[in-house]
């Protein structure tokens, strides 16, 4: 049988005890240039030809050793989380609003 816990809190959750939710987060490198490939046969010959010259150049980068810095193009992973925790990760999944509030003690 398989255990898992809350990747967040470290919670148990067995089953039939506690519900597991599964948070699956991905992330991709999108290129922002207003190339269309459908305005014609040729513009899409050449536009491909320049994503194509930009992927060999960016593989000699990776060759070199160069991209150790540069995260993955695409990336995937899978998070068990608690209830408690999935809904925290759905009202704010980057953390924005925890991260911004300053933390003072109580004197």
Known sequence: ????????CGKS??????????????????CDDDTRLDESEADSVDAMDELLTEQVAF???EDEGLSEDLPPANAKKDYDLCRG?????????L???TRHAPRFSRN
């Not at 049988?1 to 967040?8: A, G, P």
Request: aromatic share 10%.
């Open 1 to 8: 049988m398989r255990h898992y816990s809350c990747d967040l």
């Open 13 to 30: 959750l067995a089953p039939g005890d506690n519900a597991r939710y599964v948070l699956r987060v991905e992330g991709y490198a999108v």
């Open 59 to 61: 593989e000699a980068v």
């Open 85 to 93: 925790c999935y809904g925290r990760m759905l009202s704010d999944p």
């Open 95 to 97: 953390g924005l609003a």
